[in-house]
T-cell receptor, first 110, second 118 residues
Framework: GQNIDQPTEMTATEGAIVQINCTYQ??????LFWYQQHAGEAPTFLSY????GLEEKGRFSSFLSRSKGYSYLLLKELQMKDSASYLC???????????FGTGTRLQVFP | GAVVSQHPSRVICKSGTSVKIECRSL??????MFWYRQFPKQSLMLMAT?????????EQGVEKDKFLINHASLTLSTLTVTSAHPEDSSFYIC??????????????FGSGTRLTVV
């Protein structure tokens, strides 16, 4: 079975750094995705990790440890527009299904 | 880039009627399409996987007779919610898999359909 957990809600201040964690237990693993989603809209692709380590892309970075079943998304220099839900999703190695985590609602305050 | 067009974006229907949602891949062939449902303040829940030319595979707990999926061509998949009830009100979203697309590592999402059953 699949079990992908994230904190439900987080708050942070504009200009700060926030780390959103994702832990997973899956039967087959072929990469982990992070998406940003604003209410009523489609998810927007942020990052993809398939090997251990850190992937940096501007203000956003994503880390993966396959042995620990753990990933995090790091957001730097937070802006008000970063207030959104952040979803991690694991790709199943045999079916290519994307299974989403519980999602984290981030609120950025001035 | 890869684009998936999903229609309608919003629909209100009466209880007991059926609603069809379409997803079209505009500039690529989607051999596989995934259908998700999202309730307010929750994450995306996978409902089913459709492959062109074959029967859809449904996730546990999803009624295949209620949520009819057709993937008759490489660019079109449809989800029909039959005999809709208020508890079917949700945000439905499709995702097309294009294994040749590198930017988003293959997954392109439709813009979603907000279904309200009254």
């Amino acid at each position: 079975g699949q079990n992908i957990d994230q904190p439900t809600e987080m708050t942070a201040t504009e200009g700060a750094i926030v780390q959103i964690n994702c832990t997973y237990q899956t039967s087959g693993f072929n990469g982990l995705f992070w998406y940003q989603q604003h209410a009523g809209e489609a998810p927007t692709f942020l990052s993809y990790n398939v090997l251990d380590g850190l992937e940096e892309k501007g203000r956003f970075s994503s880390f993966l440890s396959r042995s620990k079943g753990y990933s995090y998304l790091l957001l730097k220099e937070l802006q008000m527009k970063d207030s959104a839900s952040y979803l991690c999703a694991v790709r199943d190695s045999s079916t290519d299904k994307l299974i989403f985590g519980t999602g984290t609602r981030l609120q950025v305050f001035p | 880039g890869a684009v998936v067009s999903q229609h309608p974006s919003r629909v209100i229907c009466k209880s007991g009627t059926s609603v069809k949602i379409e997803c079209r891949s505009l500039d690529f062939q989607a051999t596989t399409m995934f259908w998700y449902r999202q309730f307010p303040k929750q994450s995306l829940m996978l409902m089913a996987t459709s492959n062109e030319g074959s029967k859809a595979t449904y996730e546990q707990g999803v009624e295949k007779d209620k949520f009819l999926i057709n993937h008759a061509s490489l660019t079109l998949s449809t989800l029909t919610v039959t005999s809709a009830h208020p508890e079917d009100s949700s945000f439905y979203i499709c995702s097309a898999l294009d294994r040749g697309w590198e930017r988003s590592y293959g997954y392109t999402f439709g813009s979603g359909t907000r279904l309200t059953v009254v």
